[in-house]
């Protein structure tokens, strides 16, 4: 087995010689940046090689396969090409789902099999000539033995989640499965952890491994205050305003998930008064520096970025960390509120999660062992009353410095003109910000991938019939957690179940955990 290869940082996925149309497809997705297990996985996957992703579910897996996977699938050739191999039947309905979006353009055929659902319809979609096959363990070998599943084509195999088959004691159909396909092929492994038996499996089936090992990051600083707003996507850019004019940051940082959002924000942040300037992949190196060293030099108050853009800053004297789009992994979470809170000094995150994102505010939580605490956001009264509050600091802070004497002369003008008590009311006001309900355009930017509490079954068939979105609803699997969601046109599965909990009568029983 090769010398892992940690990767850490995040590159776009135009750097990843993959075609323009799978480029479009995970645009539309709002996927802009490889995660790292994604970087590293396309990568040597494009090349061929076999891979071992070792990382924690919600790190971006599921694109990380399934990317090359599209952009290896022949659609004249009507053999299934790929097979995907997942522990359970929501994972499986979850990953061909998203395969399918990333494959949108292509029109690939994928059909999800798993346990729970009458046999007899997967055999008969499988008569559809399906080229990419996701599944569970029990029935794709049930297939496999019933010879309705053919896999003498398959070019590529993945096994996901390996460690959870291997609690879920699916070991010895992953053997048998493995010795079903031709040795001639591609294996790509993904496990959060590498005991024995998977280790076994990789030195028996796999060929000079290339390892790709993505340590998730538990929060190490404890003086940032995490905070998470709960809102529409349409209110986000109003809440934050309130929010800048509350909170009153010295030099913050907002991050965006997409090259347009950063360009919008910084626009619309200026037409509210604020001094913002935005930075992302597509400015020169000399402009990027530019607006860097402004930042750094206080000229410049908020600086919007992308992941890739804002990639190494090591700025100090960032008070706040604003994630106007949540990120679609626990990496990037924690590369970004890492911008604030050092040296000693505290620093605040805020997490914009609309309500579909809440699956994907948890598996941070999960992995980051730190839970965010819930932000109402301030109302326009309490902006106001909020700017107020700074505006006495402010001229508390003039008055304790004691560098008036240049302007002793003026006041006393003016005290003789006007009341005291109305001359401090309008340095106060004139310090104070007043609500700015500018319109600003900002275009809503596609949620990630919902990460509903609904399950359900039908892992139904995803072709090309007449160019139909996919029978099973649902997303993608970006860094997603909580439950995962499924629909389709199969029976509905209960709540936690798991391929091995219903097997058909020609498996024998499982024992299995319980959901993450």
């Known amino acids: 087995m090769k010398k892992q290869r940690r990767l850490i940082s995040l590159t776009n996925f135009s750097d990843l010689n993959i075609s323009e149309s799978t480029q479009r497809a995970l645009a539309k997705m709002g996927f802009e940046e490889a995660t790292p297990i994604q970087e590293g996985t396309v990568r040597f996957g494009m090349e061929g090689r076999d891979v071992i992703g070792q990382a924690q579910t919600g790190t971006g897996k599921t694109a990380a396969f399934g990317i090359p996977i599209i952009e290896k699938v022949d659609i004249r050739n009507t053999a299934v090409q790929a097979l995907v191999i997942a522990p359970t039947r929501e994972l499986a309905i979850q990953v061909s789902e998203e395969i399918y979006r990333i494959g949108a353009d292509k029109r690939v055929r994928i059909l999800s099999v798993y346990g729970g659902q009458e046999i007899g319809r997967q055999i008969r979609a499988l008569r559809n000539n399906p080229q990419i096959i996701v599944g569970t363990p029990g029935r794709i070998l049930d297939h496999i033995k019933r010879k309705t599943l053919k896999l003498d084509g398959v070019q590529t195999l993945v096994l996901d989640e390996a460690d959870e088959m291997l609690n879920m004691g699916f070991i010895e159909d992953i053997n048998t499965i493995l010795a079903s396909v031709p040795a001639e092929r591609q294996t790509l ?82 037409i509210r008064g604020y001094i913002a300037e935005g930075i992302h992949g597509d400015l020169t190196q000399a402009k990027r520096m530019s607006v860097l060293k402004q930042f750094k030099e206080g000229k410049v108050d908020i600086l919007v970025a992308t992941d890739v853009a804002a990639r190494g800053l090591d700025i100090s004297g960032v008070t706040h960390v604003y994630n106007f789009d949540i990120p679609q992994d626990p990496e990037s979470y924690v590369h970004r509120i ?76 003016l005290l003789e003109k006007f009341e005291a008590k109305d001359l401090v009311a309008a340095a106060l006001r004139s310090l104070t910000r007043e609500p700015n309900d500018t319109p600003v355009s900002i275009s809503e930017e596609r949620p990630l991938p919902s990460r509903g509490n609904s399950r359900g079954g039908g892992g139904g068939y995803k072709g090309n019939r ?51």
């Open 189 to 270: 492994l993904f496990s959060a952890t590498m005991p024995g038996p998977i280790r076994k499996i990789a030195e028996t089936f796999m060929k000079n491994p290339e390892m790709v090992k993505i340590k998730s990051k538990e929060m190490t600083v404890e003086n940032i205050e995490q905070f998470f707003v709960k809102s529409q996507e349409r209110e986000k850019f109003d809440i934050l305003s309130r929010l800048l004019n509350v909170q009153q940051p010295e030099l913050a940082i907002i991050f965006g998930r997409t090259k347009r959002r950063v360009d919008e924000l910084s626009q619309a942040l200026g």
């Open 338 to 413: 890492g911008r604030t809170g050092r040296a000693g000094k505290s620093g605040v995150a805020i997490t914009f999660v609309t309500p579909r994102e809440m699956g994907y505010l948890r598996i941070v939580e999960e992995t980051t062992k730190k839970q965010m605490t819930p932000l109402n956001p301030p109302s326009s009264d309490e902006a106001i009353l909020g700017q107020q509050r700074v505006a006495v600091e402010q001229l508390t802070e003039i008055v304790t410095k004691n560098e008036l004497s240049d302007y002793t002369h003026l006041a006393a003008d």
């Open 466 to 516: 007449s160019g139909g979105r996919p029978s099973s609803g649902g997303g993608g699997r970006g860094y997603g957690g909580g439950a995962r969601r499924s629909g389709g046109s199969g029976g509905n599965a209960p709540s936690g179940s798991r391929d091995g909990a219903r097997r058909d009568s020609s498996s024998r029983s499982r024992t299995t955990k319980s959901d993450r």
